[in-house]
Each structure stands twice: as structure tokens, then as C-alpha cells.
T-cell receptor
Framework: AQSVTQLDSQVPVFEEAPVELRCNYS??????LFWYVQYPNQGLQLLLKYLSGSTLVKGINGFEAEFNKSQTSFHLRKPSVHISDTAEYFC?????????????FGTGTSLTVIP | DTGVSQDPRHKITKRGQNVTFRCDPISEHNRLYWYRQTLGQGPEFLTY????????KSRLLSDRFSAERPKGSFSTLEIQRTEQGDSAMYLC???????????????FGEGSRLTVL
């Protein structure tokens, strides 16, 4: 089974500052990679995903992430955060060559944007 | 498209009681997932349906847990003889078939929070 590590459980950042949320995964097989966001009292929603191709993936709300196979990482970045970005962010992976449909989630990073 | 809906949103029960949660996925989605999320953790996979067939079950799904999706539409998750350790948020998600396994976007409901006293 995959293991997804989000080392930063809480990230406070000032409004308009850049932010990076880190995600690393264990890798014995190739994976697809995802970032989900959960706003208070809402369900998780997809920010972006990497399936193949360019390692730099752009998502909604100005977020982007870069897949680094050698580092087994998929860090999420935004150059300038807004108050509305305050939420819980989850990294997730699924295995490419298995028949299953399991998505493995990290423990989440709580992003707090300070005015 | 009304999204994925879950009912009830919050359930408080006494240890030993049975509880049932319902999930209505997005209508054209034939894949349905149940996840469990405890405080400070990410969602943990419980089980997966493609149409009415339950294709995968996690080891987390003990014999007290049962899930059904009788007509390939809504799904229920029943927990029998609840224990305090079952207290968690139970999340349902659905996705559209058509891509390779594991590539599709999951659409999550808002979850059903279970508190076992």
C-alpha cells in the first residue's frame, strides 16, 4: 500500500505571500497524484491532478504543483495567497498498474492565511 | 447536478447500537467510494463499488461493517454493534467511469459524522 506524507500539519502565511505545501509518497510502483482542498463544512474538491506529461500541473484558484519522480514528491504552490485559500489541503495518490481504485490520502495540511 | 449527498449529516448513538448512512452519488457516476476520516487524519479507504458490484474492501472494514449499492444508484453503509472507536466522519465519493482506474476525479459529499457514546 502507498504511504503519503504531508510533513506540515499547519502552515500559517500572510496574505499575498507565496506558499508551498509539501507532499511525499512511498513508491514501489508508478502513481497518479492529486491535491484536494476542503473548505470548512464542505466536501473535499479537486484542486489539480498529475496523470502524465508535463511535470508542472496547474489547477484551480491559481495553484500549481510539480511532480518530481526522483524525489517522490508532489509539492503544491501558490505565488500569492488570499484569505479565501484558508482550508485543509490533502495530497492523494493512486497506483497506475493495479486494477484497484484505491486513493491513498495524506493526513492533510491546514493552511491559514493571515490578513 | 446536485452533487453527492449524504444523510444523516450527524449521528449520535450509544455503544452497541446499529447505524446506517446513506449516500446519493451524482446521477451519472457509476463508481462509488466510502472513506472514513478521523480527527487529524486524511480519508482512509473503506470500500468501492462499480455499479452495484462491490469490487474492493479495505481491511479496515470489519465484519461489523456492511455496504450495499442495490441498484447501482444510492449506497448504504451500516455499522452494527457500534464501538467508540467507530466515531469518525464517513465520507462518500463518486466518480465517472471511462478513464483508467485511479485517474478519475472523486466528487465528495460533506460527510456523515458519527459519535458513539
Amino acid at each position: 500500500a502507498q504511504s503519503v506524507t504531508q510533513l506540515d500539519s499547519q502552515v500559517p502565511v500572510f496574505e499575498e505571500a507565496p506558499v508551498e505545501l509539501r507532499c511525499n509518497y512511498s513508491s514501489s510502483v508508478s502513481v497518479y497524484l492529486f491535491w484536494y482542498v476542503q473548505y470548512p463544512n464542505q466536501g473535499l474538491q479537486l484542486l489539480l491532478k498529475y496523470l502524465s506529461g508535463s511535470t508542472l500541473v496547474k489547477g484551480i484558484n491559481g495553484f500549481e504543483a510539480e511532480f518530481n519522480k526522483s524525489q517522490t514528491s508532489f509539492h503544491l504552490r501558490k505565488p500569492s495567497v488570499h484569505i479565501s485559500d484558508t482550508a485543509e489541503y490533502f495530497c492523494a495518490v493512486s497506483e497506475i498498474y493495479t486494477a484497484g481504485n484505491q486513493f491513498y490520502f495524506g493526513t492533510g495540511t491546514s493552511l491559514t492565511v493571515i490578513p | 447536478d446536485t452533487g453527492v449527498s449524504q444523510d444523516p449529516r450527524h449521528k449520535i448513538t450509544k455503544r452497541g447500537q446499529n447505524v446506517t448512512f446513506r449516500c446519493d452519488p451524482i446521477s451519472e457516476h457509476n463508481r462509488l467510494y466510502w472513506y472514513r476520516q478521523t480527527l487529524g487524519q486524511g480519508p482512509e479507504f473503506l470500500t468501492y463499488f462499480q455499479n452495484e458490484a462491490q469490487l474492493e474492501k479495505s481491511r479496515l472494514l470489519s465484519d461489523r461493517f456492511s455496504a450495499e449499492r442495490p441498484k447501482g444508484s444510492f449506497s448504504t453503509l451500516e455499522i452494527q454493534r457500534t464501538e467508540q472507536g467507530d466515531s469518525a466522519m464517513y465520507l462518500c465519493a463518486s466518480s465517472l467511469a471511462g478513464g483508467a482506474p485511479g485517474t478519475g476525479e472523486l466528487f465528495f459529499g460533506e460527510g456523515s459524522r458519527l459519535t458513539v457514546l
